[in-house]
């Protein structure tokens, strides 16, 4: 069974309908990437997961069970983390702050600090620095170590390598590795060579619709198919 | 002038702006007596101001919800208060300084839970609806403000009603020539206190902290597995109380209390929140000082500006830092 299945999901936002017909299984484990040009739907159907959109009843499904319509904390809750394209970082707070709003108790579990302080060695040198003056790299690191603070099933991760330098998409590469190993990362992204070095399996969304669905490896051997899919002048 | 900037950033930035005030104040009035008299009047003022507008603040940050309705809890605190106050007379001019305080502390907690009962109701009942609306949280709070305007009258009646003080809140303490009357000094130290308790719950716990975060960014918190909207009927409850406490301070301060207090006084509320930069306690805590002291100040000098020199100070700070003194970061 697919950890997550999404079928004929349709998104309205205010009078704009920008998914027409989502249906999509991601399969648990591994990196599933989404990919498609700018204003093809990617964020939106990250959204309209989380219930941050809502979408048209009975399309999403978690585990088997349907969670269309839940309130968004309620996703979260049941083992969904989302790292959005902005990354979410509350700039007034610590980075120990921004870490401990996200475990349930407000504890840190020392096994999982461990973790998140040697895949992201440089949150705990800033530990007491407010969010807002991280470099953009550092506060990534630290939105995705929000997002695997407390033990996660599937993460949602918008565009991480947007605007970051090369050195530092690498690190993040090596941390998404290191993840998805005992975590299901679905992973909205633009940059291919990011794209083709995580992902197993893989979509592409073209104007709201997913437009084809295969593993990477395939597609990344295919030109004339990423051509069609995915270049601008297509 | 870059020197200048750090060593100002250094002593606390825009905390300073208070001092500067009543530092130029200081020589504009020339009398040292009468600049005391004025500052304690204007603290004590900021104060109960501050009760006021924090919870105001809070309740836009955390929703985005614009409650024109909010200084009905004021007035009604006032009312609430006032009453209790009339019923327990015999015990205001006793000589037992127990009785006098037990009878304004029940005052107080009278304002205090009819502020949270009624923040409640008003919450689930008128704001719950419009969510996300603005237009028609500003139609529907202002209309409510109108209906709860016209329960006091109906409570009430329209004759101003005077507001007896308990025995020992009375008087003045004279320094040398200075005056300090010692309502003014209980309402500034009531309102320090709320100002500590609210930054330790803000600052020291977990609801403070995922309230902080709220103000930041909504979604994301909610994205973490965490009910805003029911952390939200809790801050709005907190925020009316407070906004009661201040009307029952307001009352005392006045003593002769009319339906309309609440109304006259939200201006002056709104004018400290949009300076202090909404959703932040610290913001509105300097807004609130800054305007207790220029309205005293500005009344003593030129008693014609009073009304005006609040405004004035808005568009000033505004002009300089368009999203207010100290904004929660967003």
Known sequence: MSLLSITAMKT???????LHDITL???????FVLLGRNGAGKTTTLRSIMGLWKPSPGSVRFRGQDITGLHTADIARLGIAFVPENMGIFGGLTVEENLVLATAKGKFDPVRLARVTTLFPALEQFWTKQAWSLSGG??????????????????????????????IIDAMADAFADIAKTTTILLVEQNFEFAKRLGRDMAVIDNGRIAHQGTMADFAKDKPLQDRLLSLSA | ?????????????????????????????????????????????????????????????????????????????????????????????????????????????????????AGW?????????????HLR???????????????????WGGTPMSVPRPQFLEGAIILGDVSIEVYRIFAFSLGLAVYIGLYLVLNRTRIGLLIRAGVENREMVESLGFRIDRLFIGVFMLGSALAAMGGAMWAGYETLISPSLGGELMIIVFIVVIIGGLGSIEGTLLGAILVGLMGNYVGFLAPKMALASNMILMMAILLWRP????????
């Not at chain 2, 109701?121 to 609306?133: A, L």
């Not at chain 2, 949280?137 to 409570?155: D, K, R």
């Open chain 2, 323 to 330: 999203s207010g003194l100290r904004p929660a970061i967003k």
């Open chain 1, 12 to 18: 309205n936002i205010g009078q704009y309908a920008v």
């Open chain 2, 1 to 117: 002038m870059n020197n200048l900037t750090k060593i100002i950033t250094r002593f606390g930035g825009v905390n300073l702006l208070p001092v500067a005030v009543a530092a130029v104040a200081f020589v504009l009035i020339g009398a040292p007596s009468s600049w005391v008299t004025l500052t304690v009047a204007g603290l004590a003022m900021g104060m109960m101001i501050f009760l006021m507008a924090s919870g105001l603040s809070l309740v836009f940050g955390l929703m985005d919800v614009m409650n024109f309705g909010h200084s009905a809890f004021v007035s009604f605190g006032a009312f609430v208060a006032a009453s209790v106050l009339s019923w327990l007379g015999g015990w205001l001019g006793a000589d037992s300084i127990l009785l006098n305080v037990l009878a304004l502390f029940l005052a107080i907690s009278a304002a205090v839970l009819f502020g949270l009962i």
């Open chain 2, 121 to 133: 109701f008003f919450e689930t009942v008128i704001i719950r609806p419009v969510y996300k609306d």
């Open chain 1, 25 to 31: 299984e991601v399969p648990e484990g591994g990196v």
């Open chain 2, 137 to 155: 949280q500003i139609l529907i709070t202002m209309g409510a403000l109108i209906v709860a305007e016209q329960m006091i009258l109906a409570l």
């Open chain 1, 138 to 167: 550092q506060k990534q690191m630290l939105a995705v170590a929000r997002a695997i603070i407390e033990p996660r099933d599937l993460i949602l991760i918008d565009e991480p390598t947007k605007g970051l330098a090369p050195s």
